[in-house]
């Protein structure tokens, strides 16, 4: 074992105590109100830093998931006999659950997500913002009355699923999973979520926090740690899972409508991109140029909305790219833990070495490493076996290379260019993605008139990468179907009753039908 790797082992030893988790045996699910241990096979987490062995649970299986959507089922009916106002007091007092936690759970992410401390804490208080949103619509969704052409009154009810199964990924673990929690306790249903099993503690340790602190039943949020065909098949397969919930790639997301669909059971996914960032030679270009920086080397590159495309104009391809190499090169690479960390390693060996085979055949197809391909120089030394790049950046790129048309999930950026509006907007739409995008230009009609045509979930103009939970999010094409956070999520929660009361003198007649 090696000094960073027992440092590592040190501190997560503490942030579990902190917990009452044993890190020899940590309870990684949290089922009916408590933690418990998983039955099935042993699955080692590692640390990112330095790929050694960091802690090992036990995978949740079939006993576990049946466990927890049994206690969802019951939790959901108390939940649903609470008046929609104290729902809503209690989402309120769930999302103060974090409060005084906020440094404990960013490490514990950073530990294990290997992303640098000071995002893991950004994303703790969207998670409260995401719970604090949500409470306030509990007692908002009111039914509608519709003006039929008969003697009825016709009204309608928003109805909650029921238990719901979700499924998310590794890159952002906290963020992801009370994104898709809120809205679903918001709509009156429980929640059976599963974490991927490469990050499954901060989950738990969120779910335990707002369920102790909003009082809310035992078992209304459930946490089940394990691997995808074991733990993840039990949850999507379910006969009592009413709705699917998919945040992750879109071969799984594909596993699940599929696994959704046998059972006729609705499904949204929130899959993969390879989104377009276009700069025209108008644009603001210290503005974008730090745009392009944030769209693709926040969290190591390994986000959804990722704009790992740059489409350059090509008159400021030459500019444009050198100055961007410079600022690139000079992203402070290094362990997630410090404050002065920028960029971390990548979540795990296997999508490390995906991304630098990517990285290898590119090259070999003919683009060229402007900066970047390799690890970072000056890691300290047991770092060097970690899943540490350098911000990468490829030009001579053309758009039908595997690079162009796939999505690395790593700090690596294409550069592209174009010549006029037609052929920005033909590349930008070039992919099977259809996740977000951004245009720099500062004549708002241009920038407008382009947004409006991209083939995308959302769009940002003279930007990149703000997402709010009030504002709909969801993708087209092989980014998913389906939307998350702001009414449109909430929505995605609640299926319709319609109800028809006959108003007429004698409902006989208005039926066409005598009594005998
Ligand atoms: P993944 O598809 O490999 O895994 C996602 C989850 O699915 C994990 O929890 C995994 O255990 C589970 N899973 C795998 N096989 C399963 C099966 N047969 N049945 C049930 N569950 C199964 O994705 P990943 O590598 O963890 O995450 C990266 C991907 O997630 C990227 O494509 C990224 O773009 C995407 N993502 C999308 C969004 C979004 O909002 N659109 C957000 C974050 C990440």
Known sequence: MNALNQQARDRLVQLLDAYGLDPQQPGANWVQGQFIAGEGEVITLHDPVTNQPLLHYRDAGEAIVERAIEAA????????ALSASERGRRMQAASRGLDGHEEQLARLESLIAGKPVRDCRGEVDKVREM?????????????????????????????????????????????????????????????????????????????????????????????????????????????????????????????????????????????????????????????????????????????????SRLLLQQDIEETFCQRLAAAAASIEVGLPGEESTRMGPLQNAAQYQCVRRLIDAAVAEGAELLTGGTPPKGLPGDAAEGNFLAPTILTKVRPEM???????????????????????????????????????????????????????????????????????????????????????????????????????????????????
């Open 402 to 516: 595997a690079i162009a048309q796939e999505e690395v999930f790593g700090p690596v950026l294409v550069v592209m260019t174009f010549a006029d509006e037609q052929e920005a907007i033909e590349l930008a739409n070039g992919t099977p993605f259809g996740l977000a995008g951004a245009v720099w230009s500062q004549d708002t009609g241009k920038a407008l008139r382009i947004a409006h045509q991209l083939r995308a979930g959302t769009v940002w103009v003279n930007g990149y990468k703000s997402i709010n939970v009030m504002s709909p999010f969801g993708g087209f094409g092989d980014s998913g179907y389906g939307r998350s956070s702001g009414l449109d999520g909430l929505r995605e929660y609640t299926t319709t009753r319609s109800v028809w009361v006959e108003t007429a003198a004698k409902a006989s007649a208005a039926m066409g039908y005598g009594n005998g």
């Open 131 to 307: 719970f604090e949103y949500y409470a306030g619509w509990c007692d908002k969704q009111h039914g509608e009355v519709i003006d039929v052409p008969s003697s009825h009154l016709n009204y309608v009810q928003r109805v909650p699923y029921g238990v719901v199964g979700q499924i998310t990924p590794w890159n952002a673990p906290l963020f992801t999973c009370g994104w898709q929690l809120a809205p679903a306790l918001a709509a009156g249903n429980a929640a059976v979520l599963k974490p991927s099993e490469l990050t499954p503690l901060t989950s738990a340790v969120l779910a335990m926090l707002l369920e102790r602190s909003g009082r809310l039943p035992a078992g209304l949020i459930n946490i089940v740690n394990g691997l995808g065909h074991t733990t993840g098949s039990a949850l999507t397969t379910h006969p009592q899972i009413a709705k699917l919930v998919f945040v992750g790639s879109p071969d799984t997301g594909r596993l699940i409508a599929e696994a959704g669909a046998r059972r006729l059971v609705p499904s949204v996914l929130e899959l993969g991109g390879k989104s377009a960032n276009i700069v025209f030679h108008d644009a603001a270009l210290d503005d974008a140029i730090a745009g392009a920086q944030a769209a693709i080397f926040a969290a190591a590159g390994q986000s959804c909305v990722a704009g």
């Open 73 to 80: 089922q019951t939790a959901q009916q108390e939940w649903m």
